[in-house]
């Protein structure tokens, strides 16, 4: 055996030992129903980039304890949201000073492949020093974007590098607040990116085979930490961004631009003058011309119509809803969504859409007993996601509610504590009947450590 041989041995056989040992296999799930709809979880707001899932049937009557939990995994640092393709999860944290990627097997948590490189950051406000941003899948390519600006493409199966871009030195990109955060979005052939480089190097085309820089979008303003997402307006594909980096004074906005070329079509500023004020809600396309924007510092939400010509025209404006992360969703004429900058005020809220009108908004809570305690708790600043008609929403402490959101007002149906730590700021992936759910801090309840967690949601 040659010395290579040996070492590649040596260093299959560490990968293997860990990764087994970070795994812990509790049950099997359910099978499948013979009528069974399942989907691919994509990136990290699903297939439609809008938290909706199509899966049916989806578990109705949970267990008095919750869910069942089939597998957990001890992961690193970050707030990433896993991608489900086929049989395989891929995952993207920071361990052991490595950005790991790491192919499992979706059902079973079983080891497939890991890619990994050194990473130098520690954030400044303490919060969590791992990547923000969940990998992106498509036709067999999988990209990274991590917390220092690389930007990686990999083989979804094997796990091999296809390219590799260090976008902090070539473009002069800082680090920003929290690091680099934002989800890029495939367009075709292009992978589209809030870039926020030096000398206004604002957004970014890449051919996503080869890594090629296509275009740069010049724009003073610079990378949030809220996502591109993609739209058909007057006809034409399009991509907004909502963009707004670290600058004084502060600035940013939506940018509206032909995702092939990057052509601006509209520039609409909306951003706080605050200084440190960080925008991560993602734009919104509500139909018929019409787009949603928030932030939660200063100016809250408005909703533009988009003129045959692209000039923007605000229809309604509220600062009392002001989104910090979460995506919002539309259901039949109304957008459903939390507001609230901090924990406590946090609220959700329901809006007409079209004419502003807010309908309800208020704090959804309940009792619960802890440790011989009764507390009261909320779902603060939770992430949502909607599926068979009703919404799943992952509270900020780790609570789990299946919720009625209607204009009559909100119902909860069903509710689990999984968990009980701060920062689970991370929206669920739901793929073949399975929920995956990040603890992004030890657990106050169990004491473990940080997990990717495995339930089984499948309905009969």
């Keep these: 055996m040659t010395l290579l041989v040996q070492i590649s041995f040596f260093l299959l056989l560490t990968f293997s030992l860990n990764a087994a040992e970070r795994l812990v296999k509790l049950d099997e799930p359910k099978e499948l129903s013979s009528e069974a709809i399942i989907k691919d979880w994509t990136r990290f707001n699903g297939l439609g980039d809008d938290a909706k899932s199509l899966e049916s049937p989806l578990l109705k009557n949970w267990p008095e304890n919750g869910p069942r939990l089939i597998w957990s995994l001890e992961k690193g640092e970050g707030y990433a949201s896993p991608a489900v393709v086929g049989d395989l999860l891929i995952l993207f944290h920071r361990l052991d000073g490595k950005e790991i990627v790491e192919a499992r097997k979706a059902v079973s948590g079983d080891p497939v492949w890991e890619y990994s490189y050194p990473v130098d950051y520690q954030d400044r406000y303490g919060y969590s020093a791992g990547p923000r941003a969940s990998p992106v899948v498509c036709d067999g390519l999988v990209y990274i974007h991590g917390v220092t600006a690389w ?37 075709g052939n292009v992978l589209v990116l809030n870039l926020g480089g030096g000398g206004g190097q604002c957004m970014a085309g890449f051919d996503r085979t080869s890594g090629k820089t296509l275009w740069i979008l010049k724009d003073e303003w610079g990378a949030s930490y809220s996502s591109p997402t993609l739209a058909t307006i007057h006809d034409q594909q399009v991509c907004l961004a909502h963009t707004g980096g670290e600058s004084k004074p502060a600035t940013g906005g939506l940018l509206i631009f032909n995702p092939e070329t990057g052509k601006r079509l509209v520039r609409f500023p909306w951003r706080s003058r605050k200084y440190e004020s960080a925008t991560a809600c993602p734009p919104i396309y509500l139909g018929d011309n019409h787009v949603f924007i928030s932030e939660c510092y200063e100016k809250g939400s408005a909703v533009l119509r988009i003129a045959e010509d692209f000039t923007p025209e605000i229809v309604w404006e509220n600062p009392k809803i002001g989104i910090h992360w979460m995506t919002p969703i539309e259901v039949d004429g109304y957008l459903y969504g939390v507001s609230g900058r901090h924990q406590q005020g946090a609220e959700v809220f329901c809006v007409n859409w079209r004419s502003g009108e807010v309908i309800w908004q208020e704090p959804v809570g309940w009792q619960m007993e802890i440790d011989g305690r009764s507390i009261h708790l909320q779902l603060f600043r939770a992430s949502l996601l909607y599926a068979e ?39 669920p992936a739901l793929s073949c009947g399975l929920l995956y759910v990040m603890q992004n801090e030890t657990d106050r309840m169990s004491g473990l450590p940080p997990r990717l967690l495995c339930y089984d949601f499948r309905g009969s």
């Excluded at 493409?153 to 929290?178: H, I, M, N, S």
């Excluded at 799943?392 to 009559?408: D, I, Q, T, Y």
């Design 151 to 187: 930007l990686s493409c990999l083989e979804v199966k094997t796990g091999k590098l296809v390219w590799r871009r260090d976008l902090a030195r070539e473009y002069d990109v800082p680090r920003y607040f929290f690091g680099k955060g934002s989800n890029p979005i495939v367009s």
């Design 389 to 427: 008609k009703k919404f799943l929403c992952l509270s900020e402490f780790g609570s789990l509610v299946r919720a009625n959101f209607s204009p009559k007002g909100w119902k909860i149906e069903q509710r689990a504590q999984l968990f009980f730590c701060p920062e689970a700021w991370t929206l």
